[in-house]
């Protein structure tokens, strides 16, 4: 015969082992998460799309982490795009901060 206090027993500690580790992970999920600067996906939706590289990046997220970065600080390396949507660029370049609150400036 099986003696059933032991198999509850073990269950008891794999559950008990199993939620500290759980907890373990929820905390150094919130201690070590990194900040996502929004600003890279909302450029990149207002560039056109067409991926074409002939600003010398690799597509347009390429260029839109460059802009935001201040690796590159004029709308105009994107050829493809129209003179409204490189105006709507700057202007949330200008006026939107990103995750440290700092303003990175562009020109058309």
Do not use: F, H, Q
């Not at 982490?65 to 390396?77: D, P």
């Amino acid at each position: 015969m099986m003696d059933w206090t032991k198999i509850v027993l073990a269950i008891a500690i794999m559950a008990v082992i199993g939620g500290l580790l759980g907890l373990m992970l929820a905390v150094a999920d919130k201690k070590l998460a990194v900040k996502v600067d929004e600003r890279v996906e909302n450029v990149t939706k207002l560039l056109p799309g067409v991926n074409c590289g002939a600003c010398g990046y690799p597509g347009c997220a390429g260029l839109a982490n460059a802009l935001v970065g201040g690796e590159v600080n004029k709308v105009s390396a994107c050829r493809v795009a129209k003179p409204d949507a490189k105006e709507k660029i700057k202007e949330y370049m200008n006026s939107t901060p990103g995750p440290d609150g700092k303003i990175t400036k562009v020109d058309l």
